[in-house]
């Protein structure tokens, strides 16, 4: 079953189909810095409008980068608490779950 709103999807092939935020905070805490250094979230289209990822930091912490075309939105930061980046990155996500993935 295809996700209704998007993927999050791990370097390693570990994916989650509308993740909830315990769901990101789980993809994000298994982040490592070899083998499985990211996670990207995004509509199941071919070009989506908008995508979000979380990269661990070879000097600790994460990179989290927003990006939404429509809106011409690029957002980047650095952040340490896994737990709010799923927080911040779940609202974010509800903004756009009824966007046109296209």
Excluded: C
């Amino acid at each position: 079953m295809a996700a209704d709103h998007y993927r999050a999807a791990t370097e390693n092939g570990n994916h989650v189909d509308d993740p909830s935020e315990d769901a990101l905070f789980v993809l994000i805490s298994g982040l490592n810095g070899t083998d499985d250094t990211f996670v990207v979230i995004q509509p199941d289209a071919d070009d989506p409008a908008w995508s979000a990822s979380v990269a661990v930091l070879n000097e600790g912490g994460q990179e989290i980068v927003r990006r939404d075309t429509s809106r011409r939105e690029h957002n980047v930061a650095i952040a340490t608490s896994v737990n709010r980046i799923a927080g911040h990155l779940i609202k974010w996500l509800a903004a756009r779950a009824g966007q046109d993935t296209a």
